[in-house]
């Protein structure tokens, strides 16, 4: 019974550590869905001015992205440190996880 309870605590901890992740992957996805951000970005990082055609999609592929469950390969690294942390907190290292898996959407928009 108490190895059933131990069990149980490891699950929700680890639910809670990927709920976190997600809450704030979708904190970040948010912050670009404003399109002026999203502009800001691309001529900041990539020296790139979106078009309107660009901008529509990257928003689609970003929505599917926040409607969507956490990538537990992306975030294996972080989900293991924390656990073995027994935290559910993250230090700003860990953020560019997250820009990471937007950059991968991002990067297939960019024509020189």
Do not use: W
Not at 31 to 38: I, V
């Amino acid at each position: 019974m108490l190895t059933e309870n131990v069990k149980t605590f490891e699950k929700v901890s680890d639910e809670h550590r990927i709920g976190l992740i997600r809450r704030l992957r979708n904190e970040l996805i948010k912050y670009f869905l404003d399109e002026p951000n999203l502009k800001a970005y691309f001529k900041e990082h990539y020296k790139y001015t979106l078009n309107a055609i660009r901008i529509a999609i990257i928003k689609k592929e970003l929505q599917e992205l926040y409607n969507s469950s956490v990538d537990l390969v992306q975030y294996a690294t972080l989900l293991i440190e924390m656990k073995q942390a027994g935290t559910a907190s993250l230090t700003t290292k860990n953020e560019e996880l997250f820009y990471e898996e937007l950059d991968m959407i991002f990067r297939k928009y960019i024509i020189y």
